[in-house]
Nanobody
Framework: VQLQASGGGLVQAGGSLRLSCAASGRTFSTYAVGWFRQAPGKEREFVAAITWIGYSTYYADSVKGRFTIARDNAKNTVNLQMNSLKPEDTAVYYC???????????????WGQGTLVTVSS
């Protein structure tokens, strides 16, 4: 499975962005997909994840109620809709694929390149 994240950019606090993770590979629909982020000088942290059938989602407390993860297996994409963005959401965002819904980065087998999200105050 190969993943490519896109959609990052510069946005003012309170604004919205939608990140997309495009995947290649016939077995993509059988993987759970997670989004992680890494701010400068900080460790990579879990943001959200969705199971392969799209019915189970999980969010970090810091983004719950503001971010929504959704997937379209027919298009091999997973999107992360980010609303009410805060300066502390500034980070490089990564998508990753795993055999199950996990919140630890080490549990993910495939990673895309990051996309930078910058939220100005």
């Amino acid at each position: 499975v190969q993943l490519q994240a896109s959609g990052g950019g510069l946005v003012q606090a309170g604004g919205s962005l939608r990140l997309s993770c495009a995947a290649s590979g016939r077995t993509f629909s059988t993987y759970a997909v997670g989004w992680f982020r890494q701010a400068p000088g900080k460790e990579r942290e879990f943001v959200a994840a969705i199971t392969w059938i799209g019915y189970s989602t999980y969010y970090a407390d810091s983004v719950k109620g503001r971010f929504t993860i959704a997937r379209d297996n027919a298009k091999n994409t997973v999107n992360l809709q980010m609303n009410s963005l805060k300066p502390e959401d500034t980070a490089v965002y990564y998508c990753a694929a795993s055999s199950g819904l996990k919140t630890e980065a080490r549990g993910y087998d495939y990673w895309g390149q990051g996309t930078l999200v910058t939220v100005s105050s």
